[in-house]
């Protein structure tokens, strides 16, 4: 079982940035594809980015595509979200999400996801 702690959220300005990091301990962090999914009030969770066991390749939800950048630091046990441009309505809380199987590709299915961190709120303001 992996352990995920989110961080860096907060409250920012409408076209402002900010950038999320969540740590993972507790198993080997670089062979397992990494996702980042938030949840506003009222809507159900849904995917933001995703980025493969290896860095290889990263997918985006189209809402956030161009604006969003995920990365992944292996040596740190790390993924970040930079989020730049942010609007009131990125405004929800973020999660990030480790993948059940080892050496996959990324995903934006939720039930490929088997650890999730306990979320970080951001809040844009317009």
């Known amino acids: 079982q992996v352990q995920l702690v989110e961080s860096g959220g907060g409250l920012v300005q409408a076209g402002g940035s900010l950038r999320l990091s969540c740590a993972a301990s507790?198993?080997?962090?670089?062979?397992?594809?990494m996702g980042w999914f938030r949840q506003a009030p009222g809507k159900e969770r849904e995917f933001v980015s995703g980025i493969s066991w290896n860095g290889g390749v990263a997918d985006y939800a189209d809402s956030v595509k161009g604006r969003f950048t995920i990365d992944r630091d292996n040596s740190k046990s790390t993924v970040f979200l930079q989020m730049n441009g942010l609007k009131p309505e990125h405004t929800a809380a973020y999660y990030c999400?480790?993948?059940?199987?080892?050496?996959?590709?990324?995903?934006?299915?939720?039930?490929?996801?088997?650890?999730w961190g306990q979320g970080t709120q951001v809040t844009v303001s317009s």
């Open positions: 507790g198993r080997s962090f670089s062979i397992y594809s």
């Open positions: 999400a480790a993948g059940k199987r080892p050496f996959t590709g990324a995903s934006r299915t939720n039930t490929d996801f088997g650890s």
